[in-house]
């Protein structure tokens, strides 16, 4: 059939006009408006679960749990292998975290209450700059889910600390206990009424007891919530998963799927979060321009048996100073911006406050002591090795300290953490934990120059780290 040369450009009118009309129509999704530009200042999304430990993922080596979503961010990022938390414990770990500062300097820690309670009558004081109150400097919009564990008092909570908004429950999820249930069966075989703790709306309590058994997949919409309404200004997103601290709660989609048990459930609840988050700033158009970082806050809590997780090949769990209470999974991600690799180098949840500062463009404070390091080289492929050392503190006692592949012990403790049992050992141990990150084998002996370099390093470490005065002991007084 022969087409005239009128008809052939009248059809070919209409179908670019097609094809036109087609693409403006298209979903969002698949052709996200990109807002923020690659040299836009860029977002950052902090994953912090609890009491998580070293072995528990799929690329970190556990052989029964499934984490995909995890497992492909440390394949498309860097995979830390020596990456430290600086206490053993919740609050302090947090305080740290927080304020690139180690807890002995913001008084964020206690020999007699270890952590934070609902009727501390403290918290993390106004004097501490938090990350979000370094990126409000750059007008980022700040938002804090979850645990937050700094204290739950208006003064202390994350409304008081930079953020813009809170949403979560704000000390640990096995407080506020019940005492008609018995202990063991309250944590062995949760139920929701057991523990009456609060979700907070900012200062606002909208709900107690708090539904656990929804609780990571809310965290994840409110997390999903501030992404999309953020495009047009840079974010920082603090989301710290109330889980897997005991007890344990997964939804109806994943309770009883995992072969790891209750416990392999909620890690996988977990991982399914991360794909959710990490999917979003996808479809948003959003993932060039943000990192996210993926870690716990202290080690397993071994006294739980399989309702605690696993140190992997590490020796001591949470609530020691040994490596399986402070060295944590942690996962950098940043497509285009962090060079994909395993990186074995020495890094803290305390470098995240100087990092984060060089990567938006805001200067560190100068007058107080800090305690993290830049770590934007290493991320962006630089052979560069900030940090060469480790303070090792179990409340305001130097547990241990690391230079190198090196670590000096102090004191022994309980391997499991509970009851402590921290007793100054006569002569301290020495251990290569580049070959030995379990520490089994005491090589003191053989390196007596190692030792002296070591506690050279510390000897300068303590002339400027003097313990503040303990913000976690004081409760709150009846008025009665």
Known sequence: MKISRNTYFSQSAIALFILAIGLLILPATLHPVQAQSK???PNF?????????????GCYGHPTIKTPNLDRMAAEGQKWTSFYVAANVCTPSRAALMTGRLPIRSGMFSDKRRVLFP???GGLPQTETTIAKQLKQKGYRTAAIGKWHLGH???YLPTSHGFDSYYGIPYSNDMDRVNTVEHKEAF???????FNVPILRDTAEIERPADQTTIVKRYTQEAQKIIKESKKQPFFIYMAHSLPHVPLFASKDFLGKSERGLYGDVIEEIDWSVGEILNTLRQQGLDKNTYVVFTSDNGPWAIFNEHGGSAGLLYGAKGTSYEGGVRVPAIFWGPGR???AVISKMGSTMDLFPTFSKLAGVAVPTDRVYDGYDLSGILMGKNENPRNEMFYYHDQHLFAARKGAYKLVYYSNNPLGYPQKLEKLATPLLYNVEHDPSERYDIAAQNPEVIRDIETMVQEHLKNAKPAKSHLEK???SKL
Do not use: C, M
């Open 45 to 57: 999304i902090i994953i912090f679960t609890d009491d998580q430990g070293y072995g528990d993922l």
């Open 338 to 340: 962090i060079k994909p």
């Open 475 to 477: 409760r709150i007084t």
């Open 153 to 155: 008092l208006p003064a």
């Open 188 to 194: 062995l075989h949760p139920k929701t009424e057991y």
């Open 119 to 121: 009727d501390s009558d």
């Open 39 to 41: 040299s836009s200042q």
